[in-house]
Structure formats: structure tokens, C-alpha cells
T-cell receptor, first 117, second 112 residues
Framework: GAVVSQHPSRVICKSGTSVKIECRSLDFQATTMFWYRQFPKKSLMLMATSNEGSKATYEQGVEKDKFLINHASLTLSTLTVTSAHPEDSSFYIC?????????????FGQGTRLTVV | LAKTTQPISMDSYEGQEVNITCSHNNIATNDYITWYQQFPSQGPRFIIQGYKTKVTNEVASLFIPADRKSSTLSLPRVSLSDTAVYYCLVGVLSGGYNKLIFGAGTRLAVHP
């Protein structure tokens, strides 16, 4: 199946700094990617839909100026957590749809564990 | 997007068959039913997808009754490595992409 890769898998940053997380579709093009956040023992929460060449669509309650999304190419979307605070510590996961238009399977990255100290 | 309801947790033993049922009373005509598996600190992994009746692949079976208001994921002869969270999702390609909204999932623990 298609492969989605995230980088880094784990990052620790200081409060007030910004962190960039990359999500790449390795063997297919993804015009749309999704970003999720997951707290311990909780389910995935959809943050935003990343659209190649246009602005991201954010879910209600997600600050677009806090979580900057850039989908500059058909294989790369980035999520930047700006001015990070300890409460931003979480597991961030991206996904992309199958390149097969007849298939509704989504492929997920391995996730990025962000710890803000 | 239809809301789904699953048991919060289940326990089983190695070698047993596990059936996880999901309720989706408000499923729409065009909605598919998809199950994902997630291990700790990993992204979810696709298990199986269906629209009606029964679907089987190399890892699981999915049973969907005629009214489609529920579905049952069946894992044959589970092993310790099947300990994970299982999510049932109902949705459809919307605007050309698949927007997935996750419910709470079912935390399956397989014991020796």
C-alpha cells in the first residue's frame, strides 16, 4: 500500500519556540492531507485539512495562527506549532487518502511525539 | 458524518475469536464502514472496509446486517500482538477526499 512518512518521530522543544513537522507521501501524490492530534489514552482529533496549493481548512476550535499548515507540493505537507506551550505536547499524526479513486482507505504517518518543556 | 458507538474496552485470550460491534444508527446511503487499528505511539492502520453483507481479508472479517445500522469486526484467533485500539468509522468521500472523524474506539487487551 501507499506510504506516508512523518518527520521527526519525536521532538522536544522549549516553551515559546516553534516546531515544524513534515508529512510526506512517499510513493504517490496527495492533493489532500489531514492533520490529527492525539492526547494520551484519547482518540484522534482532526485538526485541519491540508490542501495542496491553497489554504488549509481548520476544524472548529483549532487556532490557524497557532498551527500553521503549508502544503506546498503534492507530496509534502508541514505543520508548524508556533510559540509552543506545554499544553501543546501531544502526538501529531498526518494522513493522506489512497491514490486509487475507487478506494476510500486512508494512509497514516507513524506520528510525531511533541514534548514542550 | 454518522456517529459511531463502540464498547470502550474488551478483553480476550490468545487463540480466541474476538468480535467488536459498532453501532451507527444514522449511517447514510453512501457511507462506507471502515475499521482501523492503532498501536501505542503509532498512526492508525487500515484493517477492513465494507458497504454491506460480509467482507473478509487476510486479517479480519466484517459483518454488516441488511439495515447497516451496525457492523461487527471479527478477528479470528487473536494473539498478543492484536492488543490495540480498534476504531470503527463511517464516512464517504466528500468533495473528493475522505474526511475521517474518529470515535473513542475499543481498547482490546489480549491475555496469554
Amino acid at each position: 500500500g501507499a506510504v506516508v512518512s512523518q518527520h521527526p518521530s519525536r521532538v522536544i522543544c522549549k516553551s515559546g519556540t516553534s516546531v515544524k513537522i513534515e508529512c510526506r507521501s512517499l510513493d504517490f501524490q496527495a492533493t489532500t492531507m489531514f492533520w490529527y492530534r492525539q492526547f494520551p489514552k484519547k482518540s484522534l482529533m482532526l485538526m485541519a485539512t491540508s490542501n495542496e496549493g491553497s489554504k488549509a481548512t481548520y476544524e472548529q476550535g483549532v487556532e490557524k495562527d497557532k498551527f500553521l499548515i503549508n502544503h506546498a507540493s503534492l507530496t509534502l505537507s508541514t505543520l508548524t506549532v508556533t510559540s509552543a506551550h506545554p499544553e501543546d505536547s501531544s502526538f501529531y499524526i498526518c494522513s493522506a487518502d489512497s491514490p486509487d479513486s475507487e478506494n476510500t482507505e486512508a494512509f497514516f504517518g507513524q506520528g510525531t511525539r511533541l514534548t514542550v518543556v | 458524518l454518522a456517529k459511531t458507538t463502540q464498547p470502550i474496552s474488551m478483553d480476550s485470550y490468545e487463540g480466541q475469536e474476538v468480535n467488536i460491534t459498532c453501532s451507527h444508527n444514522n449511517i447514510a446511503t453512501n457511507d462506507y464502514i471502515t475499521w482501523y487499528q492503532q498501536f501505542p505511539s503509532q498512526g492508525p492502520r487500515f484493517i477492513i472496509q465494507g458497504y454491506k453483507t460480509k467482507v473478509t481479508n487476510e486479517v479480519a472479517s466484517l459483518f454488516i446486517p441488511a439495515d447497516r445500522k451496525s457492523s461487527t469486526l471479527s478477528l479470528p484467533r487473536v494473539s498478543l500482538s492484536d492488543t490495540a485500539v480498534y476504531y470503527c468509522l463511517v464516512g464517504v468521500l466528500s468533495g473528493g477526499y475522505n474526511k475521517l472523524i474518529f470515535g473513542a474506539g475499543t481498547r482490546l487487551a489480549v491475555h496469554p
